[in-house]
């Protein structure tokens, strides 16, 4: 199982990035999709999720109507896009994949991505 994110770097306050996680080696149209982020000294925090067929999608509040989260399961990879970056945005963002499949929970992160916002 592999999760691999990409796009990260730096980036000026108001500006954009696109965060892609491609994912490897297992079913990945049936696990619900997420981006968390880790915050220097701070804990790990969901920042958006979607739904194994992408018909749901959910944020934090510090990110909605900045961020959005996409998936294409014909590529095995899911999106997020960051927009009106804000300095506070830096961090480590992470690709998660869960799944229930009855009494056993599938969860698989990836190896994280930085992503600096600053002038």
């Known amino acids: 199982v592999q999760l691999v994110e990409s796009g990260g770097g730096l980036v000026q306050p108001g500006g954009s990035l696109r965060l892609s996680c491609a994912a490897s080696?297992?079913?990945?149209?049936?696990?619900?999709m997420s981006w968390y982020r880790q915050p220097p000294g701070k804990e790990r925090e969901l920042v958006a999720v979607i739904s194994s067929a992408g018909g749901s999608t959910n944020y934090a509040d510090s990110v909605k109507g900045r961020f959005t989260i996409s998936r294409d399961n014909a590529k095995n990879t899911v999106y997020l896009q960051m927009n009106s970056l804000k300095p506070e945005d830096t961090a480590v963002y992470y690709c998660?994949?869960?799944?229930?499949?009855?009494?056993?929970?599938?969860?698989?992160w990836g190896q994280g991505t930085q992503v600096t916002v600053s002038s």
């Open positions: 998660n994949a869960r799944t229930v499949v009855g009494p056993w929970k599938y969860v698989y």
């Open positions: 080696g297992f079913t990945f149209s049936t696990y619900d």
